[in-house]
C-alpha cells in the first residue's frame, strides 16, 4: 500500500500548504481520505490519472476537510473522468451538500461521470479489493452538541484505521490516520500492531502523543495537521532520543510505501 499525503496543512492558512487530503494507493487503486482546501491542486500536481481514485471519505465537514471536494468534482470533470464514483459523507449531511453544490453550479447531469453521495461506512468493509477499512469515532465535534438541534449537524467525527489484508483475509500491513481528534486517549485502542501511525497534532499536544505512543512499538510515526503556531522540534528530538521513536513531520507530496 502507498500512502499520499497531498495535504498536511493544519485548519489555520498557511502559504504553500493545503489542507487535509490523503490517499491511499494499492494494486492502481486508491481512496481519498478527507478533500480539504486545496486539494485537488495538490492531486493535480501529482500527476495521477483521475480515474484511479475510486472512492472517497470525509470524515466530517469542518472546511480544512471537506472544502476541496467541489474543486475536486470540477477537476475530474476536466480531466475528462468517466468512471463513477463513490462519496462517503456524514449521512445528516448529505441533502445540505447536494444543495450547496447547485449553488456552485455543479450539477451531475454536465458531468460525464457518476457521482454519489453515501453515508459513512459503520463496523468493517473493504474499500476497495483488499483494503479493509474502519472508522473509529472520535469527539472532536463535541463542542458543537448545542447546535444539534436546530440545525440538524452531526456531532461525531471519524478517524480512519486501515489495514492491507490477503485475499484469505490475513493482515499484512495496518495504518491509522486520526482526522481530527479531541483526545489522543481516542486512538488509544488501535495503536497496537500498527505499521504507520499518521496523526494531527492541531487539536491535541505533542507531549500527550508521545506519552501514550511510547507504550507501543509503531514503526513510523508521522505528525500531520501542525499548527503553524506549534514549534515541535524540541520534542521531536526528545521523542527520538528517549524512546528510539522514528517520528517525523509530513509535508505535502509525501509518499509512505509500506
Ligand atoms: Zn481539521
Redesign the pocket.
Known sequence: MRITIFGSG??IPEIGKV??CVGVELDGKMILLDV?EGASSSIAGSGIDVNMIEKIFISHT?A??FIGLPRLLQYFKWRNRTKPIEIYLPAKHIDAVEKFLAFLYIFRDRFDFEYKFLPLPEGEFFAIENLKMKLFPTK?LKKYKKYTELYGIETVSYGYLIEEVTNDGVNLKSFLFS??LHSVDEVKDYLDGLDLLLI?C??IEIEDIIDVVSDFYIPRIILT?VSPDKDLTTMTEYARAKFDMNIQLAYDGMKIEL
Do not use: A, L
Open positions: 493544519s485548519g489542507q487535509t480539504g469542518h480544512d476537510h472532536h482526522s481530527d494531527e492541531s487539536h495537521h
